[in-house]
């Protein structure tokens, strides 16, 4: 029997099981759907009878999935809620820059108890301010995902749907949303802001947030550049047929992972280069850099989380590249960066239930990788990961006190901060 | 429109629907019968399916609830002597990874759920999550249990053979 990782490390089992099924017809699917609809609206109609009798004078708010129980969380209902309409954001937005639009009154209970799951968290070192989206998780009354964004004793509550939060300058924030279509959304302490979009394509600017959204079975449809201070927002130029699987933004430093190789540019996507590494089917994962021009990527071999890494590739701005297999004791990589230095800092863990935290440190390239002793580290219990703040990345991890998070700029040094 | 995007996803998705799905109920039949089930479920709302933002994930979402309940009722069934379970059909697989299904088989349902949509399936540790409606770090420990409990297995079975 082979190694229990080489089995489990087996991208292609599911493609072979399906290689071998027959032509699929869609027409008893579609029968058996119009025979469930028909008796589902025929036993409606008489449940609706019985309940008129007993519910007058009441409100009806009906359920989010109509009555399905294995359809996902969030699922639309039949008909759209007309208490809380969602803003259609399905077209891209036409706002007056800068205008301000009210946050969330009242709070929902929920946020403040254990209810409350951190979602996503962001960070101004600068501006002294936090994002951050929680996620109720059960009893939850209305809005089931909102946005915090506090600066100083200050802090506003936002509905929004689930998504990435981006930390923009002065103490804005931008999510990323996760639907098909849906446009960013900017945000800071005062509202939410609207944005001006401009017209066309242009790379990158000082100053700007890279963010992206999706299509219907695309992961990216399309890179923006998100001005928080100026609360603007334009295409980003990036090269038509990159085929476009991963992106990281440092400043005006892109990576792009594209199916060929590594798409790296420092005047913000205006010009680039195409750096082909030999990755041996290993999935990728662009190292957040506060170094400008210090570009690393991290190759292994089962998934992004739980990510064994095997090789550490340095891309340089030439077009070639370094690659270093490395070995770690504590192989399971949660969190990367590079800081300011230009030292790789590795946040990893064991495979073993109980295996701890280790934080290692060494060259960008991979070598010399070290265990150090980090300060204020204790309480982590898991990483929420890296960040991208406008000072650049920081490394964060939970505690078991969801009130607050550890960051480090370094992985060295690690200091608490408040998330709502 | 609705009814046309069911059909297209049916025609896009379906079939690597079931080759998840494979990995999750360590039957190909089984598979086939709860992503059918969920295409169907689709079907009969298609309104509803036309607004869901990620209709393959939220397909993957519905087949692995409707396995998960079929898993359920199908062992309170046995247990009460009042079903008994055809047997599993497998597609043309090598031994090495039909003895990984079947060690899979045995494990408590969320680890192998997490087991086989993260590493078989191929599912980022994020979709996972959203797949079966855990938190993260729910899903890693899962996965961590989950591989401590299949190397006993697929040793026990290797020393039975020997």
């Known amino acids: ?420 | 429109m609705g009814m046309e995007r069911v059909q297209e996803c049916f025609e896009a998705s379906y079939r690597r629907l079931v080759g998840q799905l494979y990995a999750v109920c360590g039957d190909l039949a089984e598979a086939e019968e709860v992503v059918a089930e969920a295409f169907v479920r689709a079907a009969a709302r298609p309104a509803v399916f036309d607004r869901v933002d990620n209709p393959e994930a939220w397909l993957r979402t519905v087949a692995v609830n409707v396995a998960r309940t079929r898993h359920r009722r199908r062992t309170v069934g046995a247990r009460l002597g009042v079903t008994e379970a055809p047997p599993a059909r497998h597609p043309d697989l090598s031994t090495e990874r039909l003895a990984l299904v079947a060690a899979l088989r045995e494990l408590p349902t969320a680890q192998r759920e997490a087991l086989a949509l993260h590493y078989l399936a191929d599912l980022p540790v994020q979709e996972v999550a959203r797949t079966v409606g855990v938190p993260i770090g729910t899903v890693k420990a899962r996965l961590s249990r989950g591989r401590t409990a299949l190397a006993a297995l697929l040793a026990r079975e290797e020393e039975t053979h020997a």
């Open chain 1, 1 to 420: 029997m082979r190694d229990l990782d080489d089995l489990l490390a087996d991208p292609g089992f599911a493609g072979d099981v399906s290689d071998g099924l027959g032509a699929p017809d869609f027409q008893p699917v579609r029968a058996a759907g119009v025979r469930r609809a028909r008796r589902r609206r025929a036993l409606a109609a008489g449940a609706t009878a019985l309940a008129v009798g007993a519910v007058v004078g009441g409100v009806w708010l009906g359920t989010s999935s109509g009555d399905d129980p294995a359809a996902p969380a969030g699922t639309p209902g039949e008909t759209p809620s007309e208490l809380a309409p969602t803003p259609d954001r399905t077209e891209q937005p036409d706002q007056g820059r800068g205008e301000l639009l009210s946050p969330m009154a009242p709070e929902p209970a929920w946020l403040e108890g254990d209810r409350a799951y951190l979602y996503g968290f962001a960070l101004d070192p600068a501006g002294n301010s936090t994002a951050s989206l929680w996620v109720c998780q059960r009893e939850c009354d209305g809005q089931r995902t909102v946005l915090v964004v506090a600066t100083g004793a200050r802090r506003s509550v936002f509905p929004v749907k689930r998504g990435r939060v981006v930390a923009t300058e002065e103490g804005r924030f931008v999510v990323e949303p996760f639907g098909v279509a849906r446009w960013p959304r900017l945000f800071d302490v005062d509202g939410e802001v609207a944005i001006a979009v401009e017209d066309g394509e242009s790379p990158l600017r000082a100053g700007e947030a890279l963010v992206s959204t999706a299509g219907s079975g695309l992961r990216y449809l399309g890179l923006f550049g998100v001005d928080g201070s100026e609360a603007t927002m334009h295409a980003a130029s990036v090269p038509a047929t990159i085929g476009l699987r991963s992106y990281q933004a440092d400043g005006l430093d892109l990576t792009l992972e594209s199916e060929r190789g590594f798409w790296i540019s420092d005047d913000g996507g205006a010009s680039g280069t195409l750096v082909e590494v030999d990755r041996d089917e290993l999935h990728a994962w662009l190292v957040p850099s506060a170094e400008p021009g210090t570009r690393v990527v991290l190759l292994g071999s089962d998934g992004a989380s739980l990510f064994p890494v095997q090789r550490v590739v340095r891309l340089l701005p030439d077009g070639t590249s370094l690659d270093r297999e490395v070995q770690l004791d504590s192989p399971y990589v949660l969190a990367p960066m590079v800081r300011a230095d230009g030292k790789l800092v590795l946040v990893t863990t064991g495979p073993d239930v109980g295996d701890g935290l280790r934080v290692v440190v060494g060259e960008p390239g991979g070598v010399d990788l070290r265990e150090i002793a980090p300060i204020g580290f204790e309480d982590a219990v898991d990483m929420r990961g890296t960040i991208s703040t406008p000072d650049g990345p920081m490394l964060v991890a939970d505690t078991a006190d969801r009130d607050r998070v550890l960051v480090s700029a370094d992985g060295e040094v690690w200091k608490s901060v408040r998330t709502r």
